[in-house]
């Protein structure tokens, strides 16, 4: 239902050039929460096929924080 609009619009919300979602200043917005705790989970296993493409993505989010 919602698919049609965001390919219609994409422009709107994807940045082309680096595949990612743009992001704007237009708005801010606050998510209040009832429970501040941290949630504790262990971290997934990564199949070893996938270990690469993990470590380049994890490095691509690195450059751009």
């Known amino acids: ?3 049609p ?3 219609k619009y994409a422009h709107v919300f994807h940045d082309e050039e680096s595949n990612d979602f743009k992001d704007t200043d237009v708005i801010e917005h606050q998510i209040v929460l009832e429970d501040t705790r ?3 989970k262990p ?5 070893y096929a996938l270990r690469d493409e993990m470590k380049t993505e ?5 450059i751009k924080a």
């Open 38 to 40: 941290p949630i504790r």
């Open 1 to 3: 239902m919602i698919e």
């Open 58 to 62: 994890v490095k691509k989010c690195w």
């Open 43 to 47: 971290q997934y296993r990564v199949p």
């Open 5 to 7: 609009v965001l390919m």
